[in-house]
């Protein structure tokens, strides 16, 4: 477009050529920065019609009777809650999915001269997925069948040339599972995840799109009910978290209770006397 605007072809010669340091060989296209993409998946949903925005980072998307919301989380208290960049609600399948972005370099391989598009782990990583596991601990198996109720996916995309073909996407527990194993470790122990390394065991963003519409992956419904309160206090500048999760008592909790039961009971035994 720049060369048109001056009267030039697509093909033109440049006079000079200024590249960022230590991507001389590497020139594959304009670069993409991560709030960029994630403001157009914000605003782009494929089959559905965005119908409104706001300045609080939501967009509404229609499809027919289906209603789709989605929410801008990086940079604000949503990010800091639940770890994510991204928050899709499906209204019409009660649904919630959320998601983290994260970008792949190229990469040289330190074995031999081939080339791979990798992720480092980052310095944000570790709290993220902190913040993720506080709510990817409760499974909410009520309303309409869930074919997973995994909420946290991670969406890996290439920084440099077009993004339309190049993201895939992994949720939690699968990016969990690669953690622990050494083959996805670099030298100082931490994450370091080659696409080629994943060996195709990852989603394409169109069949991510299609089970989020259809309601076969994320939250059930009063986990939905849940957190959308939960987000809609967020937007409107609220600044309590407050999170109850419902599951089993420990043994140590359990003693715990007996024991101040008993001694409860020791008590007033002893008022009685």
Not at 40 to 51: E, G, I, M, N, Q
Not at 71 to 86: C, M, P, Q, S
Not at 102 to 120: F, G
């Amino acid at each position: 477009m720049a060369l048109k605007a001056f009267g030039l072809s697509s093909d033109a010669p440049a006079a000079n050529l200024e590249l960022v340091k230590g991507k001389d060989s590497r020139l594959v296209g304009a670069r993409i920065m991560e709030d960029a993409v994630i403001e157009h998946d914000a605003r782009s949903v494929p089959a559905y019609k965005l119908v409104g925005s706001d300045m609080t980072g939501r967009a509404m998307f229609r499809n027919g009777a289906q209603t789709l919301e989605v929410i801008t989380a990086n940079r604000n208290k949503l990010e800091e809650a639940f770890g994510v960049d991204l928050i899709y609600v499906n209204h019409s399948r009660s649904n919630v999915v959320m998601v983290q972005y994260k970008m792949l370099r190229p990469t040289q391989s330190e074995a031999n001269d081939t080339w791979d598009w990798v992720y480092t782990q980052d310095r944000h990583l570790a709290k993220q997925m902190k913040a993720m596991e506080r709510f990817a601990s409760h499974r909410d198996c009520q309303g309409p069948y869930r074919l997973s109720h995994e909420i946290f996916y991670f969406k890996f995309i290439r920084r440099y040339g077009a993004s339309k073909t190049s993201s895939v996407l992994i949720p939690l527990e699968h990016l969990q599972e690669l953690m622990r194993d050494q083959k996805h470790n670099g030298r100082s122990g931490s994450l370091r995840l080659g696409y080629n390394a994943l060996e195709g065991r990852y989603m394409r963003q169109s069949a991510f799109y299609n089970l989020l519409q259809s309601g076969y992956i994320g939250a059930g419904t009063s986990t939905t009910n849940a957190l959308t309160t939960l987000i809609q206090d967020l937007l409107r500048g609220g600044d309590a978290l407050v999170l109850a999760i419902q599951r089993e008592t420990t043994q140590e909790e359990d003693d715990s209770d007996r024991e101040r039961a008993i001694g409860l009971w020791n008590d007033r035994g002893a008022g009685v006397h």
